[in-house]
């Protein structure tokens, strides 16, 4: 059965850093791409960053760029996303997903995490 769990948000005060890790079971994570999304209350959920399986390429949002970082351990089949200089406008839920190749395009993207929340606030 595959499942991603996506951890480590939490309340962060501006300019803070947050590490989200997305575990993956059922499947061995290095042949799939894996993205980060993000939905705000209101808000259409939005591609964040991936990391392709083939070369390790990976991509960012504008609105992240040169903040966030993409990695994975394929030892321990995880995704990790780190976080830095973190902005009010980051607050969401933040979810990893599961495709054949990285793409802003949700549907893509076949199997989802629960999310996790991500609260920037002084």
């Known amino acids: 059965q595959v499942q991603l769990v996506e951890s480590g948000g939490g309340l962060v005060q501006p300019g803070g850093s947050l590490r989200l890790s997305c575990a993956a079971s059922?499947?061995?994570?290095?042949?799939?791409?894996i993205g980060w999304f993000r939905q705000a209350p209101g808000k259409e959920r939005e591609g964040v960053s991936c990391i392709s399986s083939s070369d390790g390429s990976t991509y960012y949002a504008d609105s992240v760029k040169g903040r966030f970082t993409i990695s994975r351990d394929n030892a321990k089949n995880t995704v990790y996303l780190q976080m830095n200089s973190l902005k009010p406008e980051d607050t969401a839920v933040y979810y990893c997903a599961v495709s054949n190749q990285c793409s802003w395009t949700k549907s893509y993207f076949n199997s989802w995490g629960q999310g996790t929340q991500v609260t920037v606030s002084s």
């Open positions: 059922g499947f061995t994570l290095d042949y799939y791409a």
